[in-house]
């Protein structure tokens, strides 16, 4: 969801999330780089309030010098996938705003949406084209900005995790093949499917690296076992929904006891799984702690918003 635009500032991206008890900042250099490079990616004990906080670190880190995203928490708003309305494309999303009226649990005036195009499959004339809209209350998108506004950070863009992760995914993507990537978090697991750089699905799933963190052999067994329906359910839908996009790998970010998740996942799935490794695919030269499993899985969404290589207005 764009705001406001801004010009002068530096081709990068700097994702800025606030949460309780700390502020985390990730700035990745990506345009015209094979191997985007993690220039920054720490996180900030408060002091003081948000703004407080905010504007201490746009002082220390120079944030106004950069192009400003965060992201909304995962109870902040809703995705719902809609039939595109058959309206000229310069009005699609307005007309998307009273195709979700009956969808979303508050009045949709009260809302900011927006939407993107799920891709079509070629030659599938006659068929109606998909859309996945966002949206979010409008008070809660004026709290969500008002600290960065109070600290005089330029914020210009406000994103969610699904198109965060659509942005890392899309370095670990196959050409022409889907990806499912699972990013398991404190906060718990989001899957995500993708082909060239799309997001087609996404579904929320209720396991955690706290649950991973906190369970024995049996308990992390019937996690494992769970994961497992979860994926070949996901899986399986997927495949009836896109036919034409063939499924090439199952990724999953690393988790305490990572090679014993990925055997049973693999054992249990027809399709070939791996382990996200950032390293593989970006640069890091400076922040040996991203090398640690349970720094990287914390900060993989943080790094896919600043990953995101659209121009700023």
Same mark, same amino acid.
């Given at each position: $969801?764009? #705001?406001?635009?801004?010009?002068?500032?530096?081709?990068?991206?700097?994702?800025?999330?606030?949460?309780?008890? /700390?502020?985390?900042?990730?700035? @990745?250099?990506?345009?015209?780089? +094979? /191997?985007?490079?993690?220039?920054?990616?720490?996180?900030?004990?408060?002091? &003081?309030?948000?703004?407080? !906080?905010?504007?201490?670190?746009?002082?220390?880190?120079?944030?106004?010098?950069?192009?400003?995203?965060?992201? #909304?928490?995962?109870?902040?708003?809703?995705?719902?996938?809609?039939? *595109?309305?058959?309206?000229?494309?310069?009005?699609?999303?307005?007309?998307?705003?009273?195709?979700?009226?009956?969808?979303?649990?508050?009045?949709?005036?009260?809302?900011?949406?927006?939407? @993107?195009?799920?891709?079509?499959?070629?030659?599938? %004339?006659?068929? +109606?084209?998909?859309? =996945? *809209?966002?949206?979010?209350?409008?008070?809660?998108?004026? *709290?969500?900005?008002?600290?960065?506004?109070?600290?005089?950070?330029?914020?210009?863009?406000?994103?969610?995790?699904?198109?965060?992760?659509?942005?890392?995914?899309?370095?670990?993507?196959?050409? &022409?093949?889907?990806?499912?990537? #699972?990013? #398991?978090?404190?906060?718990?697991?989001?899957? !995500?499917?993708?082909?060239?750089?799309?997001?087609?699905?996404?579904?929320?799933?209720?396991?955690? =690296?706290?649950?991973?963190? *906190?369970?024995?052999?049996?308990?992390?067994?019937?996690?494992?076992?769970?994961?497992?329906?979860?994926?070949?359910?996901?899986?399986?839908?997927?495949? /009836?929904?896109?036919?034409?996009?063939?499924?090439?790998?199952? $990724?999953?970010?690393?988790?305490?006891?990572?090679?014993?998740? /990925?055997?049973?996942?693999?054992?249990?799935?027809?399709?070939? @799984?791996?382990?996200?490794? =950032?390293?593989?695919?970006?640069?890091?030269?400076?922040?040996?702690?991203?090398?640690?499993?349970?720094?990287?899985?914390?900060?993989?969404?943080?790094? &896919?918003?600043?990953?995101?290589?659209?121009? +700023? %207005?």
């Amino acid at each position: $969801m764009r #705001l406001f635009g801004s010009n002068g500032r530096k081709p990068d991206w700097i994702c800025i999330n606030v949460l309780p008890e /700390r502020v985390d900042v990730c700035h @990745v250099r990506a345009a015209g780089k +094979a /191997r985007p490079e993690i220039l920054l990616c720490d996180s900030y004990r408060k002091e &003081g309030g948000d703004a407080a !906080t905010l504007g201490r670190l746009r002082r220390e880190l120079r944030l106004d010098r950069y192009h400003c995203t965060t992201l #909304l928490k995962g109870g902040d708003y809703q995705i719902v996938q809609v039939e *595109a309305p058959d309206v000229p494309e310069p009005e699609v999303k307005s007309a998307v705003r009273w195709r979700i009226k009956d969808m979303i649990d508050y009045p949709v005036e009260t809302a900011t949406v927006d939407a @993107v195009f799920v891709p079509a499959e070629a030659g599938a %004339a006659g068929h +109606a084209r998909q859309m =996945l *809209a966002v949206a979010a209350k409008n008070d809660l998108i004026a *709290a969500s900005i008002k600290p960065f506004n109070d600290a005089d950070i330029p914020l210009e863009v406000i994103d969610i995790p699904e198109f965060a992760q659509r942005n890392l995914a899309h370095r670990l993507e196959l050409a &022409g093949r889907g990806l499912a990537l #699972l990013a #398991l978090d404190e906060r718990g697991g989001l899957l !995500t499917f993708t082909c060239d750089g799309e997001l087609y699905q996404h579904r929320r799933i209720e396991v955690s =690296l706290t649950s991973f963190a *906190a369970a024995g052999p049996e308990e992390r067994k019937a996690l494992y076992d769970r994961l497992v329906l979860e994926l070949q359910r996901s899986l399986d839908h997927f495949d /009836r929904q896109f036919r034409h996009i063939t499924v090439a790998r199952v $990724m999953v970010t690393p988790v305490p006891g990572a090679d014993d998740l /990925r055997e049973h996942l693999a054992a249990g799935l027809d399709v070939p @799984v791996a382990l996200v490794h =950032l390293s593989e695919i970006m640069d890091f030269p400076h922040i040996p702690e991203l090398h640690e499993e349970a720094r990287q899985a914390q900060c993989l969404q943080l790094i &896919g918003a600043a990953l995101r290589e659209e121009a +700023a %207005a």
